[in-house]
């Protein structure tokens, strides 16, 4: 069975740090991956997806990036942690065929201090 | 464009009461529809899905039927439990998979 890997569970980094949160994948190969943003009481707000090794598609401008060096890895990342960076991170992937749903890791709680 | 509605919370009910919540949709093409759970502190749960008009999906004791002629995807329970309390997102796949997600709703079930 296919199963999704996030960690830290909880992270706390002072302002102006630099982030990697990383996501992995087992059980299944060449998957769709997500990124997501959680503010607090909040809905998602989709950050990155990829099809693809080293295919990224940015889906609002901000001070993150996203990298996949690896079939199944998924690496969320910034160069200078902001304040408005706090947050629940959730990373999910989706098989590549239409119609089949996301599955969500467990998250990572993310405060900037 | 494509967009999710949901009816905003909190919910707060009793025990064995009936549970709906709204979620109506707008979209180009032929999306598929899920409703996921989240707990205090935890990722996205798949409750369930429907991927064409009139499909039913269910799971749990939850029900959602996908209705095109109303654009809906409503969220129901027979008798909610304590345990049943979450929060509850209704979201739109596109062909590509990309999600469109609605805002959450809150559940509170008493005993």
């Known amino acids: 069975s296919q199963t999704i890997h996030q960690w830290p569970a909880t992270l706390v980094q002072p302002v102006g740090s630099p982030l990697s949160l990383e996501c992995t994948v087992e059980?299944?190969?060449?998957?769709?991956l997500y990124w997501y943003r959680q503010a607090a009481g909040r809905g998602l707000q989709l950050l990155f997806y990829?099809?693809?090794?080293?295919?990224i598609s940015s889906e609002v401008p901000q001070n993150l990036s996203a990298s996949r060096p690896q079939d199944r890895q998924f690496i969320l990342s910034s160069k200078k942690l902001l304040l408005s960076d706090s947050g629940f991170y959730l990373c999910?992937?989706?098989?590549?065929?239409?119609?089949?749903?996301?599955?969500f890791g467990d998250g990572t709680r993310l405060s900037i201090l | 464009g494509n967009s999710v509605t949901q009816m905003e919370g909190p919910v707060t009910l009793s025990e064995e009461a009936f549970l709906t919540i709204n979620c109506t949709y707008t979209?180009?093409?032929?999306?598929?529809l899920f409703w996921y759970v989240q707990y205090p502190g935890e990722g996205l749960q798949l409750l369930l899905k429907?991927?064409?008009?009139?499909d039913k999906g269910s799971n749990k004791g939850f029900e959602a039927t996908y209705r095109k002629e109303t654009t809906s995807f409503h969220l129901e329970k027979g008798s909610v439990q304590v345990s049943d309390s979450a929060v509850y997102f209704c979201?739109?796949?596109?062909?590509?998979?990309?999600?469109?997600f609605g805002s959450g709703t809150k559940l509170n079930v008493k005993p």
């Open positions: 059980g299944t190969s060449n998957p769709n």
């Open positions: 979201a739109l796949g596109d062909p590509f998979n990309k999600f469109y």
């Open positions: 979209a180009t093409g032929y999306p598929s």
């Open positions: 429907a991927t064409k008009a009139d």
């Open positions: 999910a992937w989706s098989g590549t065929y239409s119609n089949q749903p996301q599955h």
């Open positions: 990829s099809v693809g090794i080293g295919q």
